[in-house]
């Protein structure tokens, strides 16, 4: 892992397949990255929409090493690594992506990542 990042995940992309014989949307995903670094924080909900009652939506900052990961918004992510980790297994979408000034080859390349927490309603055992 690279210094700083301290868990491991799973870019999921979603895409639209034909729709179903009753003409329903049906909705397909592929991962398109394994065992990518990424390290998430939790972003503070802020204070004037606490004060007024209103739910806020939590949003997590990630960092995703190498910098020539091609994240999409609505991507999810899914922690894969470690799995004593409290975010093991929770997916989060993208909402917002920002690579860096370094060039996408060079090392140091990183993208930044906002995300908010996805949920699945319906879970396969």
Not at 3 to 28: E, F, H, K, M
Not at 31 to 58: F, H, N, V
Not at 64 to 91: H, L, M, Q
Request: hydrophobic share 35%; net charge neutral.
């Amino acid at each position: 892992m690279v210094a700083g990042q301290n868990l491991r995940c799973t870019i999921w992309r979603y895409t639209d397949a034909p729709d179903d014989a009753i003409g329903g949307s049906v909705l397909t995903g592929t991962a398109a990255y394994t065992g990518i670094d990424i390290r998430i924080e939790e972003q503070p909900a802020q204070q004037l929409l606490l004060q007024q009652g209103m739910e806020t939506t939590k949003i997590f900052e990630g960092t995703i090493t190498p910098g020539t990961v091609i994240i999409r918004e609505r991507d999810e992510i899914e922690i894969t690594f470690p799995i004593e980790d409290v975010r093991y297994g929770n997916r989060y979408r993208v909402i917002n992506n920002r690579p860096t000034s370094f060039n996408t080859r060079d090392p140091r390349s990183y993208v930044c990542v906002t995300m908010v927490r996805s949920v699945r309603a319906h879970k396969q055992q």
